[in-house]
């Protein structure tokens, strides 16, 4: 038995470090004058749980002020969520573009408090859903054919106590997205 689970083990810690990397899609065209920043919409329930629950809850949800980029950092327990109107209990949609400045292999992970799902340039590259603290998800890595803006849509949910929300990236070493590289 215990045979049994570390070959089906090692099988699928293979299968995922030995993956291509997915390929993303630039945006066709390449937006210009793009507002800094990423969009977002904001609802707030009376709870949220998981990405299911904050997806049903985004469909009626408001425009809010936009995100400067994905490096909020983790708050206190009673800090406002990302540029919301409230601490606790916040589902946003978010959306915009993500440039890359050079092609190549880049490995990506996200840092949140709760849940995350999100795709760039037509790809998933984070689902990371429930209620926990401040952490990593799992890293991907991601092919950039060309240097440019690639579209971004994530759909986040915070719960209670303190959030956060950051994007890594890098070729050689991740570094956190400056927000110079968000536009809407």
Request: charged share 20%; with cysteine; net charge negative.
């Amino acid at each position: 038995m215990n045979l049994i689970f570390t070959t089906i083990t090692m099988t699928c810690f293979a299968s995922t470090l030995w993956a291509a990397p997915l390929e993303l899609t630039p945006a066709e065209p390449q937006p210009t004058d793009l507002n800094a920043g990423l969009a977002v919409r904001y609802a707030y329930p009376p709870d949220v749980k998981s990405l299911a629950d904050a997806a049903r809850l985004v469909e009626d949800a408001q425009p809010g002020t936009p995100l400067s980029g994905l490096d909020y950092r983790d708050t206190e327990d009673g800090d406002m969520t990302l540029t919301s109107t409230s601490a606790h209990h916040v589902v946003a949609g978010i959306s915009g573009y993500v440039r890359f400045d050079a092609t190549g292999t880049y490995v990506i992970d996200f840092l949140s408090n709760d849940g995350l799902q999100a795709s760039i340039g037509g790809q998933e590259v984070v689902v990371f859903d429930g209620r926990h603290p401040c952490e990593e998800s799992e890293p991907v890595e991601v092919n950039i054919p060309q240097a440019g803006w690639y579209e971004i849509e994530a759909l986040y949910f915070q719960r209670t106590g303190s959030a956060c929300l950051h994007m890594r990236a890098g070729q050689d070493e991740m570094v956190w997205m400056e927000d110079a590289a968000f536009g809407h």
